[in-house]
């Protein structure tokens, strides 16, 4: 099955109960270059694709993230997560990571990090693949095991977290996106 690129944008939501299932790495590597097509400020391309499927990593992310976010100042966020299962990754079998290096201007990055989140999360939709894009995943690099996880991570130097992508099948098929406000759209003529 694959969708055409308007289907995939409408259909996509953020998956948050993974069966055990893993994509195959076929579908993997079509997702991963993906990612690295997308377009970038002045085609710095500053980022990596990471394709992780290790589950003892992928668990020990996710317990330091946890450790991290509990945490942090703002309890809401955690509590949010506790109310949800207390998974930051539920449960997920894959996960892209974008390591992306720094810009200037300061935060153009940000954008190029986005873009390639997105040709992640649409062109697993079109291969029939869910996914949610994690902004919660950075919690993992937020504390003292940063340094160890970067190197069994393999980011490059200088590199910092920019988005993580989960990637698996919907335990319960048939999830609906958020409804979209059209009223947020005009047209000056
Ligand atoms: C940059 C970004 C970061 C996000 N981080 C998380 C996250 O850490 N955990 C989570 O459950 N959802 C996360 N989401 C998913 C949003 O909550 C979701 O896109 C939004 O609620 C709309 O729902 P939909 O994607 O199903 O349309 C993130 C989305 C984006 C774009």
Redesign the pocket.
Known sequence: MILDTIEAIST???C?AFSGQTPPDEHLNTIAQAAVAAPSGMNRQPWRVIVLKNKDLLAELEAEGMKNLAAHPNKGVYERILS?GGK?Y?HTPCMMIVPLAKAEPAGAELFDC?IV?QNIALSATALGINS??????AFAFAGEKKAEFHARLGFPEGYEIG?AVLLGYAENPG????EPDMSKISWVV
């Open positions: 996509r939501f953020s948050r949800r930051l539920y986005g989140a949610l894009i994690c902004g919660l995943a988005i999830g609906k996106p958020h």
